[in-house]
């Protein structure tokens, strides 16, 4: 037979142990979702999506050397905010779904490791990235943001109401396909650019171009063209980047390198007259 007081002790510790159950869903379901809030910045308007589709379409109007396949553009700010994102194809799935996280993956790169005197592309960073190379570890320390980049409704991808713009997906890409953006009148980098879809190279190509017909290209200095450029460098030999900072040869190297050794020459950095 319980005392009273034992009664009152068991039934506090049901009370108790049903509280417990009440906080962890209070059902057979033991996991209880939750729903993050993403935080929504209102983005520097350096690019607007029109303007960016155009470039896109201007810079793929010849071939980029690699497989010359629809592509993905992402542009942020200097805070690494997404402006726009545009693709080339008729739909959605015309170009590599997977390579529109990744062009967002070179904008921020390319964005968060140029300053206005001396700018960096994703293609400088592959030899650097490497064991015993002087970024060794880069490529880990920001990881993409899926709730991001992989947000929203996939019919909205490359639209104006693409569920990136206007957040940041973050993430660290160390291969062709992102160049820093730089102001026609001020000279300083105001966010940058990132293209996939195609070979590294081809995306590095393209990547110019489109900066180039958006005249944000003021590039003072850089790894290569004798320090003045961003370009893309090959100068790997036996697994070894003379300069630190060379890029592998891609698909069709006899098309591919002269095409982005020359882009320099073809499409030159600085604002347009």
């Not at 209880?32 to 935080?39: D, W």
């Not at 470039?55 to 071939?63: E, P, R, W």
């Not at 997404?82 to 997977?98: C, P």
């Not at 953006?181 to 990132?194: E, F």
Request: proline share 6%; charged share 15%.
């Amino acid at each position: 037979m319980l005392r009273p007081g034992s009664t009152l002790r068991a039934a506090r510790r049901g009370v108790a142990a049903c509280a417990l159950v009440a906080a962890i869903g209070c059902s057979d379901n033991i996991t209880s979702p939750t729903t993050r809030q993403i935080r929504t910045y209102k983005p520097n308007p350096i690019v607007s999506y029109a303007g960016l589709h155009e470039a896109l379409t201007t810079a793929l109007s010849s071939t980029n050397g690699g497989l010359d396949f629809p592509m993905w553009a992402t542009v942020v700010d200097r805070e690494g905010v997404v402006v726009a994102v545009t693709y080339s194809g008729s739909a959605v799935d015309d170009q590599w779904l997977g390579s529109r996280a990744i062009s967002a993956q070179k904008a921020n790169t390319a964005n968060a490791f140029s300053l206005d005197g001396f700018a960096l592309s994703t293609a400088n960073l592959f030899s650097a990235v490497q064991p015993g190379g002087s970024l060794f570890g880069l490529q880990e320390s920001n990881p993409v943001d899926p709730d991001v980049v992989y947000g929203g409704k996939q019919s909205d991808y490359g639209t104006v109401k693409d569920f990136m713009v206007g957040k940041k997906p973050g993430g660290v890409n160390v291969f062709g396909g992102g160049l820093a953006l730089y102001s026609a009148t001020t000279g300083k980098v105001i966010g940058a650019v990132g293209l996939s879809g195609d070979t590294s190279c081809a995306d590095h190509n393209i990547a110019w171009r489109v900066r180039h017909a958006l005249n944000l290209d003021n590039v003072s200095a850089g790894v290569a063209t004798g320090g003045t450029t961003d370009n893309i460098i090959f100068d790997i030999t036996g697994g070894v980047s003379t300069s630190g900072f060379g890029h592998p040869t891609c698909l069709n190297p006899g098309v591919e390198e002269p095409m982005g050794t020359n882009l320099p020459t073809a499409y030159p950095v600085g604002p347009t007259p």
